[in-house]
């Protein structure tokens, strides 16, 4: 039976995160705190990043807001201009919008959309997204996307009355339990969780493995095998 597939982008379709871990590697590494090590510096940096998910959203600007912050917050003062510019370059590979798809990615699509309605379902700046999906050349497998600022309970529901979906035969494929499958599966959709070891740490959370309405797969391949 043809179902309906909706898949997450980044650190699903492409690698990302593992660009946002480099930079702020580099970042640490320029901060040379004297007191901190990085794990601790890291913590505080996670803490940041949550406070800001609210006003600044994802991706590039919304690391550097972050990074700003932190290191206003460690050292008591505002920001300098040499400062200012030194972390603005530091994050400046990831406004090139280059893309590093996964293995198997496009052949992968291309069978499935065979069979399947695909969709594209992803969360951050829209230019932002735009411009990776644009690089990745996959926009054309896709009945549809969707950029939105949050991938939450109500992005899933709206997205179901927007398309019109039967729930009970789409599924959510995707990185993160937190965005991808947990809400995916509130709404009734099943999903198909596939593990990126660059997932961001935000993204993380707990799955039921009692939930026989996960498909736990190693590699995005592996989805032909299924649908």
Avoid: C
Avoid at 79 to 103: C, G, M, Q, T
Avoid at 198 to 204: A, C, D, G, S, Y
């Amino acid at each position: 039976m043809k179902q309906v597939l909706i898949f997450d982008a980044d650190d699903t379709l492409w690698e990302n995160n593992v660009l946002f871990e480099r930079v702020i590697d580099d970042y640490l590494e320029w901060l040379r705190h004297p007191t901190m090590d990085r794990a601790q510096l890291r913590a505080i940096l996670n803490d940041i990043e949550r406070a800001n998910v609210p006003i600044l959203g994802y991706g590039s600007k919304a690391l550097l807001g972050s990074l700003h912050a932190m290191f206003e917050h460690i050292n008591s003062r505002p920001v300098n201009d040499r400062e200012r510019r030194e972390i603005d370059e530091l994050a400046a590979r990831l406004r090139e919008h280059k893309v590093d798809l996964v293995p198997g990615v496009s052949e992968t699509l291309a069978e499935l959309g065979g069979r399947h309605e695909l969709l594209l379902l992803t969360k951050g700046n829209p230019d932002e997204q735009q411009g990776k999906l644009d690089a990745s050349n996959l926009a054309h497998h896709f009945a549809s996307v969707h950029i939105v600022p949050e991938k939450d309970v109500p992005t899933y529901r709206s997205l179901v009355g927007e398309r019109s979906l039967d729930v009970g035969r789409t599924w959510m494929i995707g990185n993160s339990p937190k965005s991808d499958i947990l809400p995916a599966r509130q709404v009734g959709m099943s999903a198909v969780f596939i593990p990126n070891q660059h997932t961001w740490v935000l993204e993380h959370d707990e799955l039921d493995p009692a939930d026989t309405g996960v498909l736990h797969l190693e590699r995005f391949t592996q989805l032909v095998d299924h649908f």
